[in-house]
């Protein structure tokens, strides 16, 4: 083998070692540097649970939360425990929370998925939202993350959603998981508008 040859070999080889380093590194290097996502919450109430509406006591609610990174190359940090309400709208322009719930603080490797199964005991039972014959639930979550990253900053995310139940069958109008979203809690139902200006 001539000098030549081996300097043919080292081209290769160093061809060989961009080619790999830029098709593996590539994917990470986008993943840290582009701008990360905010972690995605979904829940499924009364999951498995048989459960009767009408009956006079409280109400227990099962759940089963999820909250995932979806991030693939960068982990997160909750730094505050992560509130979440359950609450009812009687009418349109009222809410009443039923119960409250905390995940501790912790910390979410890449693309992860945290689920949490448990239930709230509520005082009393829910009343149909007026003028219809489901109860519709809302949850709520307020949570505060950071990006496992340099630099990164403390984001809040507040996000809720509904979940309308037939007072009379106790059947779930939707089934399965329920992903929450803006506005959260901020979004507090406000009383409506006067109407002094009508007619003008
Ligand atoms: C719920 O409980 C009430 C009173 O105990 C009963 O009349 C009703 O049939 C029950 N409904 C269901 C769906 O089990
Ligand atoms: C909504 O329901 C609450 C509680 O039952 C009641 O106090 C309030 O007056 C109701 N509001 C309207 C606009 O019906
Ligand atoms: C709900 O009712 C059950 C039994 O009916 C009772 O053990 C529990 O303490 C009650 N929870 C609340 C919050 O009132
Ligand atoms: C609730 O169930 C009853 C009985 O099956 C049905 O008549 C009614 O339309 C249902 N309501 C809703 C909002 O799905």
């Known amino acids: 083998m001539g000098c030549r040859d081996s300097d043919t070999v080292i081209a290769s080889l160093c061809c060989i070692c961009f080619w790999l380093g830029l098709v593996v590194l590539m994917p990470v290097m986008v993943a840290l540097y582009s701008s990360p996502s905010s972690p995605y919450f979904s829940v499924d109430l009364f999951d498995n649970q048989a459960f009767n509406m009408t009956s006079p006591k409280n109400l227990t609610i099962h759940f089963h939360l999820r909250l995932k990174n979806r991030n693939s190359a960068i982990g997160l940090h909750y730094p505050d425990p992560i509130k979440i309400t359950f609450s009812y709208f009687p009418n349109v322009s009222m809410m009443v929370t039923l119960a409250e719930y905390t995940v501790d603080s912790f910390y979410q490797g ?80 406000k009383p409506p508008p006067r109407d002094d200006y009508a007619g003008y």
């Open 110 to 189: 890449n693309g992860k998925t945290k689920n949490v199964r448990d239930f709230v005991e509520t005082n009393g039972v829910p009343t149909v939202l007026e003028g219809t014959d489901m109860v519709a639930f809302r949850v709520d979550l307020v949570a505060t993350y950071k990006h496992k990253k340099v630099g990164s900053k403390r984001h809040k995310v507040e996000v809720g959603c509904v979940v309308g139940v037939n007072y009379t069958t106790s059947q779930k109008l939707q089934t399965g998981f329920i992903g929450m979203a803006e506005p959260g809690l901020d979004s507090k139902l």
